[in-house]
């Protein structure tokens, strides 16, 4: 897919950044489109088509596009209704999916939908008289190294290609199979997560206590972080709907500005190395991912166990605002 410096992919904005990173050492073109803050970081079909066609106007051959979904560094979590539109967006204009799906089994608000089973219903529906969905070129991605273990010094996953022409697959195969093995307890891992203990067998119960365990301690982590974000001067946050992310805008007085020109700092870093000095909590600011001009974010995951180090961050966050009012 970028086989050509005028190979383009479309990523989305605010993104992982090493998609951008490999597109860079591929010699490829990043196609950038921005997700809408205002529908809780969603894909916005209308900005897809902008950023499409702007980049074919410009020369580029726009080969794929990536989603993150659930988002990093968003957190957002796609309805169906988006899922479909991207692919039909993506059979129109015969692009290869790539679904980035490694946060699927963290999901807050109602339940994940894969991209493979949009694909699914599409080539089954009504829409598909044509046959216009039965060539879509799909690669969904997952990792034990995200979702419920969380444990991201376990590395293993998959992608799954869905569509692809058989001897396409047979070079990848190829290809992937001269690379070193993960850990002996990655594949472990990857293995359980295909293959779960199911209801009956003698470790499922510990299994499912120690699962739902960690997938209740992440969402009360994320509904205490998200209700102090709400009472946080100038920060507002959507609500908890999957990954392990939020990404909150915040608005910084003018001051504070100025201090982190004066330190070469962009306003969100600035704030960030400030909060990691204060309180030794590590977020991200929104420049390391992508963010519209203008506006100033950072990525806090809900890792940490406890939620003591909520209030760590509210008293932070009052301090500074009260220093450069």
Same mark, same amino acid.
């Given at each position: %897919?970028?086989?050509?410096?005028?190979?383009?992919?479309?990523?989305?904005?605010?993104?992982?950044?090493?998609?951008?990173?490999?597109?860079?050492?591929?010699?490829?073109?990043?196609?950038?489109?921005?997700?809408?803050?205002?529908?809780?970081?969603?894909?916005?079909?209308?900005?897809? +088509?902008? *950023?499409?066609?702007?980049?074919? !106007? #410009?020369?580029?051959?726009?080969? #794929?596009?990536?989603?993150?979904?659930?988002?990093?560094?968003?957190?957002?979590?796609?309805?169906?209704?988006?899922?479909?539109?991207?692919?039909?967006?993506?059979?129109?204009?015969?692009?290869?999916? %790539?679904?980035?799906?490694?946060?699927?089994?963290?999901?807050?608000?109602?339940?994940?939908?894969?991209?493979?089973?949009?694909?699914?219903?599409?080539?089954?529906?009504?829409?598909?008289?044509? $046959?216009?969905?039965?060539?879509?070129?799909? #690669?969904?991605?997952?990792?034990?190294?995200? $979702?419920?273990?969380?444990?991201?010094?376990? +590395?293993?996953?998959?992608?799954?290609?869905?569509?692809?022409?058989? /001897?396409?697959? /047979?070079?990848?195969?190829?290809?992937? =199979?001269?690379?070193?093995?993960?850990?002996?307890?990655?594949?472990?891992?990857?293995?359980? %997560?295909?293959?779960?203990?199911?209801? $009956?067998?003698? =470790?499922?119960?510990?299994?499912?206590?120690?699962?739902?365990?960690?997938?209740?301690?992440?969402? !009360?982590?994320?509904?205490?972080?998200?209700? *102090?974000?709400?009472?946080?001067?100038?920060?507002?946050?959507?609500?908890?709907?999957? =990954?392990?992310?939020?990404?909150?805008?915040?608005?910084?007085?003018?001051?504070?500005?100025?201090?982190?020109?004066?330190?070469?700092?962009?306003?969100?870093?600035?704030?960030?190395? +400030?909060?990691? !000095?204060?309180?030794?909590?590590?977020?991200?600011?929104?420049?390391?991912?992508?963010? +519209? /001009?203008?506006?100033?974010?950072?990525?806090?995951?809900?890792? *940490?166990?406890?939620?003591?180090?909520?209030?760590?961050?509210?008293?932070?966050?009052?301090?500074? %605002?009260?220093?450069?009012?």
């Amino acid at each position: %897919m970028c086989s050509s410096p005028e190979a383009g992919i479309l990523v989305p904005i605010p993104q992982y950044p090493l998609y951008t990173a490999t597109l860079s050492v591929l010699g490829a073109q990043c196609v950038p489109y921005y997700l809408d803050e205002s529908k809780g970081w969603g894909t916005d079909l209308d900005t897809i +088509r902008e *950023a499409y066609k702007k980049a074919k !106007d #410009a020369g580029t051959n726009v080969r #794929a596009i990536v989603i993150i979904n659930p988002g990093n560094p968003t957190g957002a979590s796609l309805d169906p209704e988006d899922v479909r539109s991207v692919l039909e967006f993506a059979a129109d204009n015969k692009l290869v999916v %790539m679904a980035d799906e490694v946060y699927q089994t963290n999901i807050f608000q109602g339940k994940f939908y894969s991209f493979k089973k949009g694909l699914r219903e599409l080539q089954k529906s009504d829409k598909n008289k044509d $046959g216009k969905f039965d060539s879509i070129e799909l #690669a969904s991605l997952h990792s034990i190294s995200k $979702g419920m273990v969380g444990e991201c010094g376990h +590395r293993g996953g998959y992608f799954e290609m869905v569509g692809f022409d058989k /001897e396409v697959v /047979e070079q990848i195969y190829k290809f992937v =199979s001269i690379m070193l093995c993960p850990p002996v307890i990655g594949q472990c891992i990857v293995e359980m %997560m295909c293959n779960p203990p199911k209801e $009956g067998d003698e =470790s499922y119960e510990l299994y499912k206590k120690e699962y739902d365990g960690i997938f209740n301690g992440l969402q !009360d982590r994320a509904t205490a972080l998200y209700e *102090a974000f709400k009472q946080m001067e100038g920060v507002e946050c959507q609500s908890p709907a999957g =990954s392990m992310y939020l990404f909150p805008t915040i608005s910084l007085p003018e001051k504070a500005q100025e201090a982190a020109k004066k330190e070469n700092k962009s306003p969100d870093e600035y704030y960030c190395f +400030r909060l990691l !000095d204060a309180t030794g909590i590590c977020v991200v600011a929104g420049s390391g991912f992508g963010q +519209r /001009e203008g506006t100033l974010h950072f990525r806090t995951t809900f890792l *940490a166990p406890g939620t003591d180090w909520v209030g760590r961050m509210t008293k932070f966050h009052k301090e500074f %605002m009260e220093e450069f009012r």
